[in-house]
């Protein structure tokens, strides 16, 4: 069984402020993909980055980075320099299966971050 | 290039009664999918087309949810009767997968909001 924690549920923090979001995986699989997504106040999910299980490099896109690390099997998320439109809610999910990264996506249950000027 | 198209944006029903979700995926999408969002988790997958058939419907209500993809573009997801416990957003999402093309994220529409009363 795949399974996705997300232990924090709300997060707040002042404009400017690094924040690290946090995400555990369980899966038997031993190739599988990691992504995450942002759903902000419209409602839509968009997709941010996906990682697959033999690739355990970090990775930085602007003021966002993801460090995945197989032996605490963790995909933590910072946030750099946060600004208030990275308020929004932020979803890890993991996918495996016979479809690869199109089998269906098991999301955890959210984190709620809110950026204050 | 458009992104997911949804209808309705909400919608507001009364138990018992029925409804039905239509979801216009990304031109050239092959896999469609339906996941429903309940307040406070993360979405869950209900259906995953390919094309215009079922790769899993392992955690749908087939009691009372359907859906169909007839000819492999759009789609739409009824449920009769409705239940309270159904409210809830309801995602569609498409990627494109053809073969072994295993690099196309999943993109979410807007959602339609549903709320049975």
């Known amino acids: 069984a795949q399974k996705v924690t997300q232990a924090q549920t709300e997060i707040s923090v002042v404009e400017k402020e690094d924040v690290t979001l946090d995400c555990v995986y369980e899966?038997?699989?031993?190739?599988?993909?990691l992504f995450w997504y942002k759903q902000p106040p419209s409602g839509e999910l968009v997709f941010l980055i996906r990682r697959n299980s033999f690739d355990e490099q970090n990775e930085i896109s602007g003021r966002y980075s993801w460090n995945f690390q197989k032996s605490t099997s963790s995909f933590n998320f910072t946030i750099t320099a946060s600004q208030v439109v990275d308020s929004a809610v932020y979803f890890c999910?993991?996918?495996?299966?016979?479809?690869?990264?199109?089998?269906?996506?098991?999301f955890g249950k959210g984190i709620t971050l809110s950026v204050r000027p | 290039e458009a992104g997911v198209a949804q209808s309705p944006r909400y919608k507001i029903i009364e138990k018992r009664q029925s409804v039905a979700f239509w979801c216009n995926p990304i031109s050239g999408h092959a896999t469609l999918y339906w996941y429903q969002q309940i307040l406070g988790q993360g979405p869950k997958l209900l259906i995953q087309f390919q094309n215009n058939g079922v790769v899993d419907d392992s955690q749908l209500p087939k009691d009372r949810f359907s859906a169909e993809r007839l000819k492999g573009v759009d789609s739409t997801l009824k449920i009769q009767p409705a239940k309270l416990e159904d409210s809830a957003v309801y995602l569609c999402a498409s990627s494109l997968t053809t073969g072994s093309s295993y690099n196309s994220p999943l993109h979410f529409g807007n959602g339609t909001r549903l709320t049975v009363t």
């Open positions: 899966t038997r699989d031993t190739t599988y993909y």
């Open positions: 999910a993991l996918s495996s299966g016979p479809s690869g990264a199109n089998s269906k996506l098991t």
